[in-house]
């Protein structure tokens, strides 16, 4: 059984900076293409990040592209999002999630985490 947990989340100001974590169990992350994805309060979840099973290569949303960096440490089973120059509108739950396959950005992911809350104040 593969399980994803984030941790990181948190509140900051506008303009801050924050790191959320995403450790892989049950079977070595570098087996996955991985993602961030985000839900705000009453829409839709949305795609943030992906990288490829090596780190070769990475997507980014228009939306925080410049601002979020997606890393990973397979020896660690662990994904990264940095997040930097932070806004109100990036208020929301990031969940982590794997895929057996990668297609890009028509990638279909088969496992999720749980999430953790990252709230932007003015």
Not at 7 to 15: D, E, H, K, R
Not at 58 to 72: P, W
Request: with cysteine; hydrophobic share 35%.
């Amino acid at each position: 059984q593969v399980q994803l947990v984030e941790s990181g989340g948190g509140l900051v100001q506008a303009g801050g900076s924050l790191s959320l974590s995403c450790v892989v169990s049950g079977r070595t992350s570098s087996t996955y293409p991985m993602a961030w994805f985000r839900r705000a309060p009453g829409k839709d979840r949305e795609f943030v990040a992906h990288i490829s099973r090596s780190a070769r290569n990475t997507l980014y949303a228009d939306s925080v592209k410049g601002r979020f960096t997606i890393s990973r440490d397979n020896a660690r089973d662990t994904v990264y999002l940095q997040m930097s120059g932070l806004k109100p509108e990036d208020t929301a739950v990031y969940y982590c999630a794997a895929a057996e396959r990668d297609w890009g950005l028509r990638t279909k992911y088969d496992y999720w985490g749980q999430g953790t809350q990252v709230t932007v104040s003015l």
